[in-house]
């Protein structure tokens, strides 16, 4: 027998937060500028509180990729010496079913006396696993390392949640809105479904009116590949 979708259940799988892609090219400080040129307020001391928040949100983003990179070569090194806990369970009608969490064999063994008797070695022996990847996790530093990605993809979400109560002064501010979102929710570079395409069309007519007003500036908009996070959809959010 097949291992059933139960063995899919990985109670310690990171969680996968979509790499960012579609990065503009343009730093903070190349956004302030064009900020101000396209006000056409050069001399003005008053920042654009969308672009500021962007700044900060850049910061987190770019912190959380790569604190993630990191903590996923860990786990990789994790999974080839200890493996995922899980325990492989020998059903009565033949053929084995592995299984990753309490949960799955709560589901896997609840449906008769028969599959009720494999239960008390089947739980010892998951979490004995459990007990060995939980040791080694903190050993290697992989339980720090996935705290603080977590910790770190939670303020940019928050940032970003800050973006749609913060009205922008400037271009450049709903620019660096736009990519924020491009950069948060595809999960990969061009993705073809809604509303990806939209978004990505209005950002670049931003970017060409602006090219327009004040083409001395650097503006932005120039995109690069974005890295999928395995098992990722056009519209995934972690």
Sequence with gaps: MADSDNSMTLPFVTRRRVLAGGMITSTALVLEKSALASNGAATSTLPDPALTLWREWETAHTLTERLCRSQQRMETRLVESVGFPCVTVRLPEGGDVTIHSIEALNEVLGK?????????????????????????????????????????????????????????????????????????????????????PQIRSALSDLVRIAEQMTPEQVFPGERRPKLRRPGAGCCFRA
Excluded: I, M
């Excluded at 939670?154 to 924020?180: H, M, Q």
């Design 112 to 196: 008769g006396p028969d599959l009720t008797a494999l239960r008390p070695k089947a739980e010892a022996e998951l979490a004995a696993h459990q007990a060995r990847w939980n040791a080694a996790a903190e050993e290697t530093g992989y339980t720090a390392a996935l705290r603080a990605e977590r910790e770190a993809g939670d303020r940019a979400e928050d940032l970003l949640e800050a973006f749609s109560a913060t009205p922008a002064t400037t271009l450049a501010g709903v620019a660096g809105k736009l990519d924020a979102v491009l950069r948060e929710g595809e999960a990969w570079e061009e993705c073809s479904e809604f509303p990806w």
